[in-house]
């Protein structure tokens, strides 16, 4: 199985990252991007994938287009296809939309970064053209690099905003709490472990216990004790209606 992946950014190396780690060959992948050809050595070095500037679409099996949207329809306009699965992985565009200007399947993944640490949450939208041995690989893939869930029209944009940006709505919260430990005198990336630690438990907790967040808030919060009172700042700040707004924002398309 040899794989294409169109674009050398963040995305796309979190996936390499993630597919070598779980087995893939490194020389069955090659990346190419735009113009940054030092990224592209940068990436050979370090993960012993291949790269090019010019590909040959008939030599893959799978083309993942890993460059921003506006880029994307353009790429596919641009090459001959034959029978490639066609992935992309860029936000608002879809499937049918690839398979009119290909004639190939054509899937709709959105990941987030977690992917190259094989804890990814994928969601995968399937154009009509797509094969049940395709859906197949597609979904193995994906599964390689953590948990895949399948999506359409209507619930495509929410799981890019819960999934795909939300690991940066994370880091926005890590941000704002790491000040008050440094403040209290821990070094910053000690600070940093203490929360990112605690998150991480949290969410092994969430994934294992199925239980109302409400219920899990009782079992860490004693009445009028600190716990209680720290999340009724929460609530008196509004956060539910801040993260409903973030979440709404990030799924709209612009
Ligand atoms: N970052 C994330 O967490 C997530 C991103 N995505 C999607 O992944 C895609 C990439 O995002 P990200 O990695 O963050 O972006 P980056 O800006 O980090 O990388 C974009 C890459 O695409 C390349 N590129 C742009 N246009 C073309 C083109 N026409 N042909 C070949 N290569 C091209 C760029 O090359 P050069 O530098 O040479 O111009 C660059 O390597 C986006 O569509 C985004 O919506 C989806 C889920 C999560
Ligand atoms: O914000 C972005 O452009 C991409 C889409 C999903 C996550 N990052």
């Not at 799978?62 to 641009?78: D, F, H, N």
């Not at 619930?155 to 919260?173: K, N, Q, V």
């Not at 109302?212 to 808030?217: E, F, G, S």
């Amino acid at each position: 199985m040899n794989i294409l992946m169109v674009g050398a950014g963040s995305m796309s190396e979190s996936l390499v990252r993630g597919w070598i780690d779980s087995g893939i060959a490194p020389e069955s992948i090659t990346m190419t991007n735009r113009a940054d050809r030092k990224r592209l050595s940068e990436l050979a070095n370090e993960h012993g994938v291949q790269i090019i500037e010019e590909e040959s679409i008939e030599s893959f099996d799978i083309v993942v287009l890993a460059m921003q949207p506006e880029g994307v329809l353009e790429y596919v306009k641009r090459h001959e296809w034959t029978n490639q699965l066609l992935v992309s992985v860029a936000a608002h565009i879809t499937p049918d939309e690839i398979e009119q200007i290909s004639g190939c399947g054509a899937v709709c993944a959105m990941p987030n970064t977690p992917v190259a640490f094989r804890t990814g949450m994928t969601g995968l939208w399937f154009g009509h053209q797509v094969a049940m041995e395709q859906k197949q690989l597609a979904t193995e893939l994906f599964l390689r690099v953590g948990e895949v869930v399948e999506t359409d029209e209507t619930t495509m944009p929410f799981l890019m905003a819960a999934a795909g940006c939300s690991p940066a709505f994370f880091y926005e919260i890590v941000g704002a709490m790491t000040p008050v430990l440094t403040e209290a005198g821990f070094e910053a990336q000690q600070a940093r472990r203490i929360i990112a630690q605690a998150m991480k438990g949290s969410a092994e907790l969430l994934l294992q216990d199925a239980r109302p967040t409400d219920a899990l808030i009782d079992d860490v919060a004693a009445p009028n004790g600190p716990t209680d009172r720290g999340v009724q700042v929460l609530r008196t700040h509004e956060l539910k209606k801040i993260m409903r707004a973030a979440l709404s924002e990030s799924a709209r398309e612009a």
